[in-house]
């Protein structure tokens, strides 16, 4: 890829704890932009279903300057085929963290707020600096995160890869309740320990020169460390029925015989 509620972190903590090892990640998806549109040529989503992709991690904006010409059309066919689903924004960090909240507003207006059965949470694709110091870009993604965190009722995965994250984000750990999307082009899954403090990885981008059938040009392909009903879980934007609290059984009274 080139280019906090207390609902939010419950669930964040559920998505980010999915594990799996890399061997049993059997689950598959592309996530595309206009670079999979040569010429203008369309994808056909349904046969990349039927080819086996269970998801698609699409891009949707970029700064607050460009929209995705695809996205629309791509979003809602992925969907229509039965594929899960995550719009991404490439972060464009800048000094300001206002800029983050522009960026983040910008994002959810394009993507929506994922709440259809079959959205996985929105995404942040943090892979420049833009010239900042650590201190100044992870308060830029805090600022980020918060917004669409604060927009959405849902935690935002976070996309980045090793050298990125340990170097320009002094590989902190604030951010590893979110769930983890990372590039590692290597065999057997991603080097351990992971960044950023993250115990787990969620999904796992493994080539950037992928095939598959019905797109029509090389993407980038991904894993997912679960199972297909666990991928469907994490892709259900309603939040948990409240656990009922135990109530004391009523205790019965005596009854009280008059006085003569």
């Not at 999915?18 to 598959?28: E, F, P, R």
Request: proline residues 10%; charged residues 15%.
């Amino acid at each position: 890829m080139r280019g906090v509620l207390s609902l939010g972190a419950a669930v964040a903590v559920g998505l980010a704890g999915v594990a799996a090892a890399s061997g049993d990640a059997s689950l598959d998806g592309p996530d595309v932009s206009s670079h999979q549109h040569p010429n203008g040529a369309s994808i056909d989503w349904q046969k990349a279903a039927d080819s086996g992709a269970s998801f698609a991690f699409v891009k949707a904006t970029e700064s607050t300057s460009y929209k995705n010409p695809y996205f629309a059309g791509d979003y809602a066919a992925a969907h229509d085929a039965g594929l899960v689903r995550s719009a991404y924004h490439y972060a464009r960090p800048k000094a300001d963290p206002a800029t983050a909240r522009d960026q983040a507003d910008y994002f959810v207006q394009t993507a929506g707020h994922a709440d259809a059965k079959g959205d996985l949470p929105l995404t942040l694709d943090i892979e420049e600096s833009g010239g900042l110091a650590p201190k100044p870009l992870i308060a830029w993604t805090h600022a980020f995160v918060d917004e669409v965190t604060a927009l959405t009722n849902r935690p935002v995965i976070i996309y980045t890869y090793p050298y990125f994250w340990q170097h320009a984000m002094a590989d902190t750990s604030d951010f590893a309740d979110l769930p983890l999307w990372i590039a590692s082009y290597r065999s057997g899954g991603p080097k351990e320990p992971l960044p950023g403090g993250w115990s787990s990885w969620t999904f796992w981008q493994y080539t950037a020169s992928g095939r598959l059938a019905g797109i029509p040009a090389a993407v980038d392909r991904s894993k997912f460390a679960g199972s297909a009903e666990e991928l469907q879980a994490l892709a259900d934007p309603t939040p948990p029925a409240p656990t009922p609290s135990s109530s004391p059984l009523p205790i019965p009274l005596p009854t009280l015989t008059p006085l003569p």
